[in-house]
């Protein structure tokens, strides 16, 4: 089977690589997908499947097969694109300005609709079913997979396990990554306002300084990770903005504030953490006569691979692929919504390498230059749909 399926993903690549380039010309950003998802309902339709809307702009549909075993596979792929100008001079690159598929997922979106063609040619192959989720609003909290699982997206047919897949440009085209159990970090998003008294910067003796202040406060909070954390948990914190209501060179402003990201790999830990970062920040403020707000949004889970599930299609993607096509992965300490389905069903999230040095092809996710090696995109629809084969088959 994993030849007539290579053969089939070879057939349509050019097909699929149109459709890449179709999405990435006309990105959507996060629950905004309205046409990205029009465009995924007309595919499927014409497949002969019957798709339906879900959370809005997602897109859900089922192909059934021969009834062996009511064993249901979720495949998912991720359709937002991000708040990022595109620079890249192809015929094919943004005309939303502002707006690009800089994360891969008009990649992961083609890449389905070439495993839904595939899978539905071979459906009568096919012991279970395989369920189809083209999601919304990966890159924004609450998460497109949250409202998706709430909305049912899980069930009538009931799913048993799901796949996903990601681009990843440190990984040369025509190979693909695995790690079992932990993969991706948690992922908090944390807002700190600090209020003092602004004034002159001549007298700081008459002010209470929230500039000094809010430094005090992020050099304080380093220790979470450094002295609060164990050394054998990984745990982030960082902030990437800072911002005061007014200030010069001479000024002394009222209030700072500054933005950050808390991200690690245990649930109780993660609470703890939360804790001390409010802790730290209003006895540090109160210390030096500030006062404090403390507002943390709770983001994603980590993400777990289930351990008997991501050993079956490590074997499966050897057979498809070759041993030597196949990566160990490390844990990544970014974040995916996709980590709401693994705390959900069994699930197994992997990548798709997308680099190629030759071509140019390097730049890393979340950058205004980001593009792939389309090369990857026969790979990635080829061996998604021989994945969800062999994860339905019986014998």
Known sequence: MENRIKSIANSIKEEIIAIRHTIHKHPELSFQEENTASLVENYLSGLGLKPSRIGKTGVCAMIYG?????????LRADLDALPIQEINQVDYASTVPGVMHACGHDV???????????????????DGNIKLIFQPGEEKLPGGASILIKEGVLENPKVDAIIGQHVMPFINTGKVGF??????????????????????????????DPVVISAQIIIALQQVVSRK???ILPTVLSFGKINSDGGATNVIPNSVSFDGTLRTLDEKWR???????????????????ATVDVRIEKGYPFLKNDETLTSDIINFAKHYMGDEQVEDLDIWMAAEDFAFY????????????TR????????????????????AIETGCGLMAYLAYSAVKTS
């Open 66 to 74: 021969n009834g062996k075993t009511d064993r249901t596979v979720a």
């Open 271 to 289: 609470e703890e953490c939360k804790g001390l970062i409010e802790k730290i920040a209003v006895n540090t403020a109160e210390m030096y006569g």
């Open 356 to 375: 190629n040095e030759a071509k140019g092809k390097v730049s890393a996710v979340h950058t205004n230059t980001f593009d792939i090696d389309e090369d």
């Open 108 to 126: 992961h979106a083609s890449s389905l609709m070439g495993a839904a063609m595939i899978l539905n040619e071979i459906k009568d192959e096919l």
């Open 229 to 231: 954390a164990k050394p």
């Open 342 to 353: 693994s705390q959900t069903v069994p699930a197994c999230f992997y990548r798709l390498g």
């Open 179 to 208: 790690r079992k159990g932990l993969y991706m970090a948690s992922t908090d998003e944390i807002y700190i306002t600090v209020h003092g008294k602004g004034g002159h910067g001549a007298m700081p003796h008459l002010c209470v």
